[in-house]
């Protein structure tokens, strides 16, 4: 049972417009939440974060927000660039430092 | 080179032989990470680990032995290799009490 999921596995638009990337999970114990994104032949890498006691959290074109009561967080990313296309997961985690991830959106940003 | 590494960044093994993924971090995270990603199930944690002499098994463990004698390495033995652990293997760490985990490249392992 996935207790993290991200039930688009692909996302297209077009440069410039909002980029919306949706992750929902299961486990209410989870308390904070993560950004990553991927390119071919390389490790993830951070892009941003959230705890459970916030709602929202931005940094520069990106923002996360975090609803609670329907276990659901989303990423969007304004504007759209053509370096954006890359595959994005998000992780959810608890105490004990381990993360729990979903399957991953490919986004493919068109210019 | 600072950071965290993998070797090899690709291993072609036939099934039944033993295979030894190498990491490493330069940071002394005292957290470390064995993941694997397959499609369609996003990353997968295989084994972690604490601390030096303290590993724990995660989602899918099975196949896999780990061991971390110093806090920078922290190798993945694949004892008797199947198809079905042909994937793409990550390995990552973090500080103690921090919410990032540091990913490595990955290791691209096929067996035939």
């Known amino acids: 049972d996935q207790q993290v999921k991200q039930n688009s596995p692909s996302l297209s638009v077009q440069e410039g417009r909002i980029s919306i990337l949706n992750c929902d999970y299961t486990?209410?114990?989870?308390?904070?939440f993560l950004w990553y994104k991927k390119y071919p032949a390389e490790g993830p890498t951070f892009l941003i974060s959230?705890?459970?006691?916030?709602d929202k959290n931005e940094d520069g074109r990106f923002t996360v927000f975090l609803n609670k009561s329907a276990k659901h967080l989303s990423l969007h990313i304004v504007p759209s660039q053509p370096g954006d296309s890359a595959v994005y997961f998000c992780?959810?985690?608890?105490?004990?430092?381990?993360?729990?991830f979903g399957g991953g959106t490919r986004l493919m940003v068109k210019p | 080179d600072a950071g965290i590494t993998q070797s090899p960044r690709y291993k072609i093994t036939e099934t039944g032989r033993q295979v030894t993924l190498m990491c490493h971090q330069t940071?002394?995270?005292?957290?470390m990470f064995w993941y694997r990603q397959d499609l369609g199930h996003g990353l997968r944690l295989i084994y972690y680990?604490?601390?030096?002499?303290?590993?724990d098994k995660g989602e899918v463990p099975d196949g896999y032995v780990v061991s971390r004698s110093k806090t920078e390495n922290f190798p993945l033995t694949l004892e008797s290799a199947t198809r079905s652990q042909t994937s793409v293997y990550f390995c990552?760490?973090?500080?103690?009490?921090?919410?990032?985990?540091?990913f490595g490249p990955g290791t691209r392992l096929t067996v035939l």
């Open positions: 992780a959810a985690g608890n105490a004990g430092n381990m993360l729990t």
């Open positions: 940071w002394s995270h005292s957290y």
């Open positions: 959230i705890s459970s006691i916030k």
């Open positions: 486990n209410s114990m989870f308390d904070y």
């Open positions: 680990s604490a601390a030096a002499d303290i590993t």
């Open positions: 990552a760490s973090n500080l103690a009490g921090t919410d990032e985990q540091f």
